[in-house]
Structure formats: C-alpha cells, structure tokens
C-alpha cells in the first residue's frame, strides 16, 4: 500500500520560499498513470489544487499560482517536492500531497503539514 509523507522547513517568513518534499513508499513516482500533486487547504478554505507531476515528468500548475511555483521530483528517492516562492500570509495553509490513479481517479492522500506561518 502506498504511503505518502510531507516533509520540510515548512515554516517561512512572508517574501521567503517554501519547500516541501513528499517521500513515498510502497509504490513509485515513475509508474505509469500516476499522477503526483500538490494540494493545499487555507484554515476555513476548501481544498486548492496547485499542481502535480506526472509518472513521465510532466507538470501542470494552477493559473493562480504558476508563476510562484514549480514542482520537481527525484525519482531514485521517489521523492517529488514543492517550491512556492514569494509567500505571503495568505499562503498559509495545510499542504498536502496526493497520489491520483488516472482511470479511477482515486485519491491517496499524505497526512498534511503546516505551510507559512501559522
């Protein structure tokens, strides 16, 4: 069973970078038709999708945070990470990664882990 979990100097002064990496275990970054993203929940917010690298390496952001963001992966770790950069106090949120199969659509999700300050 896969097994997601955040990691990082989540923690960061507004104008600063936040950098997160997501270790998985039991399966891997690069099987076909995964796909590895990025979510996000604001306190008292719905959940925000910011983007997500796919089993070949292509990547996709959401319009609103393309420009501060950008997603990488370290396939010998099956390791993927988050850069958002320029944060503000409206960056603050819990940050999750996911897994999504594409035919199913189903959703393994990391335990989530406070971005920004709090």
């Known amino acids: 069973q896969v097994q997601l979990q955040e990691s990082g100097p989540g923690l960061v002064k507004p104008s600063q970078t936040l950098s997160l990496t997501c270790t998985v275990s039991?399966?891997?970054?690069?099987?076909?038709?995964?796909?590895w993203s990025w979510i996000r929940q604001p306190p008292g917010k719905g959940l925000e999708w910011m983007g997500a690298i796919h089993y070949d390496a292509r990547t996709y952001y959401s319009p609103s945070l393309k420009s501060r963001t950008s997603i990488s992966r370290d396939t010998s770790n099956d390791q993927f990470s988050l850069q958002l950069t320029s944060v503000t106090p409206e960056d603050t949120a819990v940050y999750y990664c996911v897994r999504r199969k594409y035919m199913s659509g189903k959703l393994d999700w990391g335990q989530g882990t406070q971005g920004t300050e709090p």
């Open positions: 039991g399966g891997s970054i690069t099987t076909n038709s995964f796909a």
